[in-house]
């Protein structure tokens, strides 16, 4: 395993987008990434021994995001397909965190609290000019009755996990793959007794929406327990990202998986690799396929070791 810098501006690292990547694409101008923090996706040039050169773009520059432009939007993957880009958010609630044991009654309190943020409610897709590889304006599926956690207010596995926060095994959308085939979503949870869902749609563009116009798809994969962190397209199969759906370290995993085969319950999986994880740091959530088959993979909360001057460490992984 070796390793590549990616370097961020100066603004960038001041909201730490560094230190909570969550999203990775690559594309033949360099990578796309995003933090799970902003509402914001960068680009990533490769400049000879190293990615930087960002630009960062808001996505309320270029869709009507249903909440605060500038809220974070808990972007958790980033696909490329056809001359556009795709960012999903996590669809989550979000439980609120113990800061400090020192005031017991306070951090009980804050732990029954479960906020909504309405931005990370959001599918989006913009087209690409080929010319610059910039953004242009493009389609969201969102508001509270257009989102995709709306669509599954009945279904008879998923339903019943839409009240929980995503660390608790709630719905949870951590990874987005576009193919001809489709638009798969991999949940980091729900976990049904050891079993990872994807969720395959097909959205319609209508202007500046999207919407659900036929019925979703759902595959259930044998993950030993684990959720989908990542996924993107690996060849005619995809790549998966595998790792605890709750608030654990690891084990993490890249799994194989043909998203084309009848069966929707796929207990057969082809493990490539077993990746490192840190205790309490180096969360594996996103990676990328690049030209020579190997994989690229960055993580959320980095360790010391990973940090640069100017950025972080991502691995390149051989498998």
Sequence with gaps: ????????????????????????????????????????????TWTGDHFGAQRGFRLADFVDLPADPDAEADIEGLARHDGHLWAIGSHSLKRRRVKTTRNPDKGIRRLATVLREENRFVLVRLPLDAATNSPAKGAIMSGRTENLAYHLRDDPHLAPFLALPGKDNGLDIEGI????????????GPVLRGWAVVLEIHPEVDGARMRLRRPYRKHFLDLGGLGVRDMCPFGDDLLLLTG???????????????PRTQRDLVDDLQVLAELPYGEGCDHPEGLTLLPDGRVMVVYDSPSPARMTEHGVYADIVTI
Excluded: C, Y
Excluded at 246 to 255: I, T
């Design 177 to 188: 793959a576009v193919t001809r085939h489709g638009v798969h979503l991999g949940l980091r």
């Design 244 to 258: 605890p759906s709750m608030d654990l370290d690891g084990p993490v995993r890249l799994v194989r998986w043909n």
């Design 1 to 44: 395993m070796t390793q590549v810098e990616l370097r961020f501006d100066q603004a960038s690292r001041d909201s730490r987008t560094h230190t909570n990547l969550s999203a990775i694409r690559r594309d033949k101008t360099g990578l796309w990434v995003a933090g799970d923090e902003t509402a914001t996706i960068e680009h990533l």
